[in-house]
């Protein structure tokens, strides 16, 4: 499975890849998995580190990610399975409000570059649930302010509109719990399945 999961801060990305990255494991399916796009990069750096790029001046940021979007796109061509968290789409959203205000930006030239079997998977909630994530299990880095929600669950909704991938498709993750939400994703995800991924899924349940 090739897997682009995108959505809010606090609308359960993590939550899900590292769902079905467990999911996988449990059946010997070995998935790369990348969710660090977001800056700072809070699972593979120091805090020193993490302070550091928060400190990088916004040319060097647009430019850092990039880099690593070019670099990622010829991962889905290295690996039959692969999770990515936010990937392009993300920093379509975050990059020219958060990290380099007032520069436009370019990713649906990446798209066609993507293998044709890539899922992409919007992850939404309400506004009200977000903020109360946001309340009960805030983030050391929190990127997205309580009053910028409505504005950011908008723009994702509209980059994954616009977005070049054919199979993809949404889950309102508002009422859902880790666990409902992975069996979700399953049910979902059946129609947008390649070959082996379907045969994956009927061998071991």
Same mark, same amino acid.
């Given at each position: 499975? !090739?897997? #682009? ?7 359960? @990305? ?14 010997? #399916? ?11 990069? +809070? %699972? ?19 430019? %850092? ?7 990622? @796109? !010829? ?7 692969? *999770? ?11 990059? /020219? ?9 370019? #990713? ?9 079997? @890539?899922?992409?998977?919007? *992850?939404? +909630? &309400? &506004? ?9 299990? /805030?983030?050391?880095?929190?990127? @997205? ?19 070049? #991938? ?7 993750? &508002?009422? *859902?719990?880790?666990? &409902?939400?992975?069996?979700?994703? *399953? ?19």
């Amino acid at each position: 499975m !090739r897997l #682009i999961v995108v959505g809010c801060e606090y609308s359960g @990305v993590s939550t899900l890849i590292e769902g079905v990255n467990e999911w996988g494991l449990e059946r010997g #399916i070995h998935h790369h998995l990348d969710d660090h796009f977001t800056i700072p990069d +809070a %699972f593979h750096l120091t805090p020193d580190e993490q302070q550091g790029m928060l400190d990088m001046m916004p040319a060097i940021k647009e430019r %850092f990610q990039r880099f690593q979007l070019v670099y990622h @796109v !010829r991962l889905f061509h290295k690996y039959d399975h692969i *999770l990515m968290g936010g990937f392009h789409i993300e920093e379509m959203v975050y990059g /020219p409000k958060y990290y380099y205000p007032g520069k436009n930006i370019h #990713i649906r030239e990446y798209e066609p570059d993507l293998p044709e079997d @890539v899922i992409l998977v919007h *992850l939404h +909630a &309400s &506004s009200d649930m977000i903020r109360s994530r946001m309340a009960s299990h /805030p983030h050391p880095h929190q990127l @997205v302010p309580s009053a910028d929600v409505e504005e950011i669950l908008d723009r994702y909704s509209e980059e994954v509109r616009l977005s070049w #991938i054919n199979r993809k498709f949404a889950i309102d993750t &508002s009422d *859902l719990t880790p666990g &409902s939400l992975l069996r979700m994703f *399953l049910d979902r995800s059946v129609g947008y399945l390649n070959a082996e991924d379907g045969n994956t899924r009927m061998i071991k349940p």
